[in-house]
């Protein structure tokens, strides 16, 4: 593995060996190895190291035999490695908001990704395949952990309404969106999530200061990269 050459290349030429140690913890954590499992590695290389070449990897540190004995400041660069490509893989993976259950709004931008692409092979203008409807509510009234069950109770009324595989995002504190076909049935739908969110609303005492529910249509832009900006200035 060329990240363990690396520690041992630094260790072997009197180098500081923390950076080569981040690159295996990176390494280990992209081949699926646990932090318990790389850090003992770490012990192993260690104990291998010393045996074979008398080349101390701690520093005059004594003989390693497991990761207690390894020093912390070459541990942390180990394990902070290791972190680095587990949290940008979980950061990455993570498609639904667990509060709301409602999608990311990066899950979004690439289910836009999608439609724009299948309506450029069909030949079809994006516009008059699909839009985004959006619900929003003024919390300017509301304060504290309260400024949260709006948001609740509009992601519970969309997700009722639109119930046939669209696709429901959360793209700012006070605001969601659904990604849909156009249809005759748009309409009727749009004016139902309205008044059942306003409903929901009224008949919870931590929701009911909030303000008014507003739900719009918003037109798609012609481009993937415009509907992207689009979401940005939408979630503010």
Do not use: N
């Amino acid at each position: 593995m060329p990240a363990v050459d690396a520690v041992c290349e630094a260790a072997a030429d009197g180098r500081d060996p923390v950076q080569a140690l981040g690159w295996l913890g990176r390494a280990r954590a992209k081949s699926g190895a646990g932090l318990s499992e790389t850090l003992h590695d770490l012990a192993a290389m260690y104990r291998v190291v010393q045996a074979v070449g008398g080349v101390d990897l701690a520093v005059a540190v004594p003989h390693v035999v497991d990761v207690d004995g390894v020093p912390t400041r070459l541990v942390r660069a180990a394990a902070l490695g290791w972190a680095d490509v587990t949290s940008s893989e979980i950061a990455s993976s993570r498609v639904v908001d667990e509060m709301t259950g409602l999608t990311t709004v990066g899950y979004l931008r690439t289910r836009l990704g999608e439609v724009y692409r299948s309506a450029q092979v069909a030949g079809r203008a994006i516009e008059d395949r699909h839009v985004l409807v959006l619900l929003a509510v003024d919390l300017s009234r509301t304060g504290g952990w309260t400024r949260l069950v709006p948001i609740l109770m509009a992601a519970e009324a969309m997700r009722t309404v639109f119930d046939g595989g669209e696709t429901l995002a959360q793209i700012g504190p006070s605001v969601a969106a659904v990604l849909c076909r156009r249809d005759e049935l748009l309409p009727l739908r749009t004016k139902r999530v309205r008044r059942l969110a306003t409903e929901l609303l009224s008949a919870d005492p931590d929701a009911a200061r909030a303000g008014p529910v507003r739900v719009w249509l918003e037109r798609l832009p012609t481009s993937y990269p415009g509907a992207c900006d689009l979401l940005a200035h939408l979630g503010r």
